[in-house]
């Protein structure tokens, strides 16, 4: 079982940069997939950006590729990601998610503990 937190949402110019953090429980993180997604208001929810349980491997949504990086601290149960050049198009709730085994993971069904969310908002 995991238990995941976001935070490090809020409000931001566009040209802006936040960085988002996820908080797993457990001791077994360090062998988990993870994954961070997004839905804006009104859309569904849309596969952000994707990383293996070593790092080794990273995946990104083409629009926010060269902006945004995954990254993580297997020794702090951590998940990151830092976002720079936001633009308005990326305000959304932003969700970190996890499931084992290797490789990155793209889809929404494909993973099984879900965070609670956290807002980003970029103002034009």
């Known amino acids: 079982q995991v238990q995941l937190v976001e935070s490090g949402g809020g409000l931001v110019q566009a040209g802006g940069s936040l960085r988002l953090s996820c908080a797993a429980s457990g001791r077994t993180f360090s062998s988990y997939a993870m994954g961070w997604f997004r839905q804006a208001p009104g859309k569904e929810r849309e596969f952000v950006a994707a990383i293996a349980w070593s790092s080794r491997s990273t995946r990104y949504a083409d629009s926010v590729k060269g902006r945004f990086t995954i990254s993580r601290d297997n020794a702090k149960n951590t998940m990151y990601l830092q976002m720079n050049s936001l633009k308005p198009e990326d305000t959304a709730v932003y969700y970190c998610?996890?499931?084992?085994?290797?490789?990155?993971?793209?889809?929404?069904?494909?993973?099984?503990?879900w965070g609670q969310g956290t807002q980003v908002t970029v103002s034009s």
């Open positions: 998610a996890a499931r084992t085994g290797t490789g990155t993971f793209l889809r929404i069904n494909e993973y099984t503990y």
